[in-house]
T-cell receptor, first 112, second 114 residues
Framework: DGGITQSPKYLFRKEGQNVTLSCEQN?????MYWYRQDPGQGLRLIYY???????QKGDIAEGYSVSREKKESFPLTVTSAQKNPTAFYLC???????????FGQGTRLTVV | GENVEQHPSTLSVQEGDSAVIKCTYS??????FPWYKQELGKGPQLIID?????GEKKDQRIAVTLNKTAKHFSLHITETQPEDSAVYFC?????????????FGTGTRLLVSP
């Protein structure tokens, strides 16, 4: 089945630690995105990548980093510089119509 | 920058009633308007979308209308069922660097009571 796979589903992090969230897609999509979702605030764009080996900051990139070494993969690292990392993180991808995005099932990150 | 406002934030209806969710956008260049349904603990699922060259689109019990002049669009769900209960997000496309991205509304929690 084609789709977007995020792992893990739940992730716990101690303060001061970096953690990496995985996102893999087998839809052959060029573009991939990371969003953060907080209660009552909708989805906010963290980073996006239009093509392999290229990525751009979104609206809330501070404290996050990404890489795009393969078309299928777009991992997100939440660094210790992110002051309020507890949130639901969503990965998405889109094909030729860059605006038509399809989402993974999300990773819930909790800082303990 | 681009902004999308969504109302209401919560909506409670009885099974069989209709539900309407409204969104307004700020960028007159936006040309793509999707609607997503998100169930608890899951990712958003695209349920219907509309482009700026049409005013209305239907898919069974759901429909979306677009008024480009007023810069607003709406989701209409008829004959609601309990399984329609979820959070619904609207979005509008924008392209500040030539690449189309989406900006989302803050969501509407729909509760359909049997």
């Amino acid at each position: 089945d084609g789709g977007i796979t995020q792992s893990p589903k739940y992730l716990f992090r101690k303060e001061g630690q970096n953690v990496t969230l995985s996102c893999e897609q087998n839809l052959n999509h060029d573009a991939m995105y990371w969003y953060r979702q907080d209660p009552g605030q909708g989805l906010r764009l963290i980073y996006y990548s239009q093509i392999v080996n290229d990525f751009q900051k979104g609206d809330i990139a501070e404290g996050y980093s990404v890489s795009r070494e393969k078309k299928e993969s777009f991992p997100l690292t939440v660094t210790s510089a992110q002051k309020n990392p507890t949130a639901f993180y969503l990965c998405a991808s889109s094909g030729q119509d860059a605006a038509e995005a399809f989402f993974g099932q999300g990773t819930r990150l909790t800082v303990v | 920058g681009e902004n999308v406002e969504q109302h209401p934030s919560t909506l409670s209806v009885q099974e069989g009633d209709s539900a309407v969710i409204k969104c307004t956008y700020s960028d007159s260049a936006s040309n793509y308007f999707p609607w997503y349904k998100q169930e608890l603990g899951k990712g958003p699922q695209l349920i219907i979308d509309i482009r700026s060259n049409v005013g209305e689109k239907k898919d069974q019990r759901i429909a979306v209308t677009l008024n480009k002049t007023a810069k607003h669009f709406s989701l209409h769900i008829t004959e609601t069922q309990p399984e329609d209960s979820a959070v619904y997000f609207c979005a509008a496309s924008y392209a500040n660097t030539g690449f189309q991205k989406l900006v989302f509304g803050t969501g509407t929690r729909l509760l359909v009571s049997p």
